[in-house]
């Protein structure tokens, strides 16, 4: 199936539809949550980014999130479980023209200093920022909508400077 792969110039009204999903979410959600974090390209000020929200929960148990798919789905949500990654909990909203799609994570997880790490990383490398901006460009135009390519033509490069910016998050 082709999903359609466009990359777009950085927004400056992703923020505000970030924390727009984020009230909702605390309202769905209550307690359950610890953290709500903007994550992924849309949360990186100038990144070109496919126009998704990324959002990641800390949640303080899995089993307790599983039990408010009713919620999530009021919100517009999917669950789609793991899906690939153990111990995560992974919701889109949109369907094939998705707009938002959220990463949740028990509190003690090391997929959120992950996330964190690399998306702080990036915001302050604007060298680093502008490389995968073109990467990302290029892969778009090449992959003819195939995201199982274009995610492929990406993981080098994530996988190289997440673990600098692990690092560099731990020292920061």
Known sequence: MAV???VVDSNPNWPDEFNSEK???KHALGDLIAEIHHIGSTSITGLAAKPVIDIMLEVKSLAALDNKTLAMNSLGYEAKGEFGIVGRRYFIKGGAYKSH????FKTTDANITRHIAFRDYLQSHPMVMKEYANL?????SECKDNIDMYCDGKDE???F???????????T
């Open 101 to 104: 799609q959220i990463h949740a």
């Open 4 to 6: 359609k792969v466009d």
């Open 157 to 159: 490069f994530i996988k």
């Open 23 to 25: 009230l909702r979410l």
């Open 161 to 171: 400077y997440e673990s600098k910016a692990i690092k560099w998050y731990a020292n």
């Open 136 to 140: 990302k460009k290029k892969l778009a």
